[in-house]
């Protein structure tokens, strides 16, 4: 079965620090990659995607994210976080094979805090 | 645009009760539709999904079921609620019609506290 690793649990940041979240799968075959986004009383939001091509994505509210397919990884990155950020971030991959029907396997999330 | 809708947002039941959690979605037609469940401190995992009316399929085996009685209306039940159903229920939608770029997106959510 597929599964996707976020190696942290809790970040904190303080404000205009860089953020970089990872994000690990295991599935050898094509896949479709995503960051959803749930903010505090907030459902879960779309963040980026990433189908095909370049392989350095971006977001809103200024991330993006990098898959680099030798190392199984889709890492999220942003240059300088806000306050705003704070959020719990959530990896998710859909192992493509031929079907319509988008299997997300999600990764455990991992609890962003921005002190201002 | 799109919207999808999830009620109740909050439910506490007592164990052995029956549950109905009611998605419903706008401005699509012949989604594929899914239930997902977020137990506190993990992911989400997927319990149930749906590509037409009256067509379901179960990823994981409990107590749960879940029924499509029109296009765009998903529903989760269960006859007996135990105290491990607890949790976050997210519906969730996608067009169906792009087997490579699917992308889902989700409802607010119900959280059900069993007790």
């Known amino acids: 079965a597929q599964s996707v690793s976020q190696h942290n649990h809790h970040v904190i940041l303080s404000e205009a620090a860089s953020l970089e979240l990872g994000c690990n799968y295991s599935y050898g075959g094509t896949v479709n990659l995503f960051w959803y986004v749930q903010y505090p009383g907030q459902h879960l939001q779309l963040l980026l995607k990433y189908f095909s091509g370049d392989p350095l994505v971006k977001g809103i509210k200024g991330f993006e994210a990098e898959f680099i397919k030798s190392k199984f990884s889709f890492n999220l990155r942003k240059p300088s976080v806000q306050w705003s950020d704070t959020a719990e971030y959530f990896c998710a991959v859909n192992a493509l094979r031929g079907s319509t029907l988008g299997r997300l396997y999600f990764g455990r999330g991992t609890q962003l805090t921005v002190w201002p | 645009s799109q919207t999808i809708h999830q009620w109740p947002a909050t439910l506490v039941q007592p164990v052995g009760s029956p549950l109905s959690l009611e998605c419903t979605v706008e401005?699509?037609?012949?989604?594929?539709l899914y239930w997902y469940r977020q137990a506190a401190g993990r992911g989400l995992q997927l319990l149930f999904y749906?590509?037409?009316?009256?067509?379901i399929s179960s990823e994981v085996p409990q107590n749960l079921s879940a029924s499509r009685p029109q296009d765009r209306q998903f529903i989760l039940s269960s006859k007996k609620l135990l105290l491990s159903d607890s949790g976050f229920y997210l519906c969730a939608w996608s067009t169906g019609r792009a087997w490579n770029q699917e992308t889902q997106y989700f409802g607010p959510g119900t959280r059900l506290l069993v007790l």
């Open positions: 749906s590509v037409g009316i009256g067509q």
């Open positions: 401005g699509t037609s012949n989604p594929n």
